[in-house]
C-alpha cells in the first residue's frame, strides 16, 4: 500500500514464510523499474530490477511482477529471513525522453518475527 | 562487488556555511548522480551529470547546488549556503548508460 504523511506501511511476516510488498507506480511511459532495499542508516542496495518489455523477472529468492496494465509492481520474497527486515522502495524510469533519474516511491518496511 | 563510497558519513554544519560531499562512482560508470532522504520520507532525485556536464536537476536543485568532477574519479556535491531544510541524507549513485544504478551509504548532513 501507500504511505500517508511519514508513516511508512509495514509488512509483519513470520520468519520462512512468503513476503509480498506491493508498489503502485504513476507513470504509464515508465520503462524500467528497480526494487531497492534500504537497511537503516544505510544506502538503498539493488535487489532486483525488470524492463517493461517483460511482467516477471526472478532472482535469488526474489521475483518481481509487473502489471502495465494497472500500472502496480510487486516484490515477492521467498522464505523470508531475518536479515530481509529492512525498508524496501521501488523506484521508476521514463527513459523516453532521454531521462536517466529514477523516482521512488514511499516505501514499505518489512518486519521479519523470528 | 564495486561500490560508491562517499564522505563523509556524516557531516554538521552551521546554517549559512558552504558543505562539499564527496563521492568516488564506479569506475566504468557514465552517469552520476546525486539524490537526498530527509529523515522518513523517500528518496528524491536532485541531479545527474554526464559528459561533463549536468543533464537534468529537479526542482530541489536551486542556484544554492553545484556539482563538479574535478579528476577523472571524485564528483562532488557544493551547497553554498545551508539551511535547516538542507538536514538530510545525501546519496550519490552511479549507473551505466541503461541500468546497474548503484548507491552509495550516504553522508548525513545535519545544519545546525
Known amino acids: 500500500g501507500e504511505s500517508v504523511g511519514l508513516h511508512l506501511p509495514t509488512l509483519s511476516v513470520q520468519e520462512g514464510d512468503n513476503s509480498i510488498i506491493n508498489c503502485a507506480y504513476s507513470n504509464s511511459a515508465s520503462d524500467y523499474f528497480i526494487w531497492y532495499k534500504q537497511e537503516s542508516g544505510k544506502g538503498p542496495q539493488f535487489i532486483i530490477d525488470?524492463?517493461?518489455?517483460?511482467d516477471k523477472r526472478q532472482g535469488q529468492r526474489v521475483t518481481v511482477l509487473l502489471n502495465k496494465t494497472v500500472k502496480h509492481l510487486s516484490l515477492q520474497i521467498a522464505a523470508t529471513q531475518p536479515g530481509d527486515s529492512a525498508v524496501y522502495f521501488c523506484a521508476e524510469r521514463d527513459s523516453g525522453a532521454g531521462s536517466y533519474q529514477l523516482t521512488f516511491g514511499k516505501g514499505t518496511k518489512l518486519s521479519v518475527i523470528p | 562487488e564495486p561500490e560508491v563510497t562517499q564522505t563523509p558519513s556524516h557531516q554538521v554544519t552551521q546554517m549559512g556555511q558552504e558543505v562539499i560531499l564527496r563521492c568516488v562512482p564506479i569506475?566504468?560508470?557514465?552517469?552520476f548522480y546525486w539524490y537526498r532522504q530527509i529523515l522518513g520520507q523517500k528518496v528524491e532525485f536532485l541531479v545527474s551529470?554526464?559528459?561533463?556536464?549536468?543533464?537534468?536537476k529537479s526542482e530541489i536543485f536551486d542556484d544554492q547546488f553545484s556539482v563538479e568532477r574535478p579528476d577523472g574519479s571524485n564528483f562532488t556535491l557544493k551547497i553554498r549556503s545551508t539551511k535547516l531544510e538542507d538536514s538530510a541524507m545525501y546519496f550519490c549513485a552511479s549507473s551505466t548508460t541503461g541500468a546497474g544504478y548503484t548507491f552509495g551509504s550516504g553522508t548525513r548532513l545535519t545544519v545546525v
Open positions: 525488470i524492463r517493461s518489455n517483460m
Open positions: 569506475s566504468n560508470h557514465l552517469y
Open positions: 551529470f554526464y559528459n561533463n556536464e549536468i543533464s537534468e
